[in-house]
């Protein structure tokens, strides 16, 4: 209910009160996982809220809030870390986006981050590891890039379909 209104306040326009709620909301104490999403996504937009009004510190501690292992962890991380980029911190952006770069690379979040990481390294004149990092996310795309290239030519032969239909007819 905290977060329902705190989104009807923000539509209707009254954003400190929106934030109280969202913040309630936020901080909730629960064990189920509808609640603990809910939780997760309130300090998210709390997060992008506070990183919008370039309030860092605030945007922060609502990014820290996130649950590692939630629905929105890969989003928190890399918030997080242009949080820290923001107030030019690029020690702490490193730490989010170097768990984050470990997750699987065919989320959004996680392919920024392979990108963002080694950006960081070379604003800290780390530009070996940064080169390597580069590197990595280079060959981490292209093997990407081989997966659909390989999943198109398996539509276009045909093979594709009929997997679809045998497995259609086990279920």
């Known amino acids: 209910a905290a977060y ?3 989104i009807a306040m923000l539509q209707e326009g009254r954003e400190q009160d929106a934030i109280l709620q969202l913040d309630k909301a ?3 104490s629960v064990n189920a996982a509808g609640p603990l999403a809910i939780r997760d996504k309130s300090n998210m937009l709390l997060g992008k809220l506070m990183l919008e009004a370039t309030d860092f510190p605030h945007a922060q501690q609502y990014f820290d809030r996130v649950r590692l292992d939630g629905a929105f962890s890969n989003q928190a991380l890399l918030s997080s870390g242009w949080a820290d980029v923001s107030s030019q911190n690029f020690e702490r952006a490193v730490v989010p986006w170097s768990i984050l770069a470990k997750r699987e690379v065919t989320d959004a979040a996680v392919q920024e981050a392979l990108l963002a990481l080694p950006y960081a390294y070379s604003k800290l004149n780390v530009h070996g590891r940064a080169a390597v990092l580069y590197g990595d996310a280079l060959k981490s ?3 990407e890039l081989n997966k659909v290239d390989a999943s ?3 539509i276009a032969d045909g093979r594709f379909l009929k997997a679809l239909v045998r497995e259609e007819l086990q279920q």
């Open 152 to 154: 198109i030519k398996s």
């Open 4 to 6: 329902n209104l705190g």
């Open 26 to 28: 936020g901080q909730l």
């Open 141 to 143: 795309f292209g093997e």
